[in-house]
DNA sequence: CCAGCCCCCTGTCGGC
DNA sequence: TGCCGACAGGGGGCTG
């Protein structure tokens, strides 16, 4: 579910209310959610912690601890979510881990028990093997073009391997190559520069566009505050399969690439 | 390297 | 109405 522009909006949300909270326990509903170390070890290592900040890489959510590093991935159907009011109220549905901090408690809470957390010394062990971070600088049309040069998986299948761009997922990847104008299907190999360079300037604007919408809800998104998105009536072909194209009104198609459903504009992608 | 399959889970929706 | 299969925004692993 949660994609670049999703994580993104869900760490600023949480910059300002967690930098310098101190947890104080921690309530472990589902041990699986715990990915490293063991829930017991988790539970007994977080207490008197404090969080110095929040950030991202790709889809990782990252608290900084003194000390040491949680992190959190959302996977499909994660959120989490801020509960910063002193009064006690019920549990949300499949909460699965509960922080209780100085100030209010931050939840994680998750349908399809999917989403995993990381407590560890630093967090390269977990992040080292992620590719560009396609909002930084370094993230140039060379970049991008060195990573598709050869390839002859199709291009959407590169966009969505983490480790070679970090962040997009199968919503941002159908948009991108919608308004670079390129197939989903085709070999990433077969690029032009020109191609390469549209479809690095598409990714850039369609994750910022995302970002300022504050992501994209379909059914299980939330931000920190538990609110919905806004970005979804703004996506030209994603969940728009049989409607009509919004530049040339031809059907917008769906099909299977790789085991995801991709969604293109057979006229306007090549 | 790559396509295609499986798995992890739960909820929802469409077809019959 | 009720049941059943398909499908869902992610990712890891296996096979051929």
Redesign the pocket.
Known sequence: ???LP?VETIVRDLQRPLAGATIRGVDILSE?AIAVPTAAEFAAKLPGRRIQGVDRR??FIILRLEPGVLLV?L??TGRLLLATNGAEEADP??LRVALQLDRGRLLFVD????GRLYLAADANAFLGSLGAEPLDPAFTPTALGDCLQG????VK?IL?D?RVVAGI???YADEALFAAGISPARA?GTLSEAEVEALHSAIRSELQRGIHHRG??????RDAHGRRGGHREFLRVYGRAGQPCSQCGAEIQRSRL????SHYCPRCQR
């Open positions: 579910m949660p994609e999703e699986s790709g889809k991935h996977r499909m549905p499949h349908t399809r028990k999917f390839r002859r998986a199709c299948s969505l983490q997922g199968n919503i990433a994209t809800t379909f059914s299980d998104y790789g085991g995801r459903s």
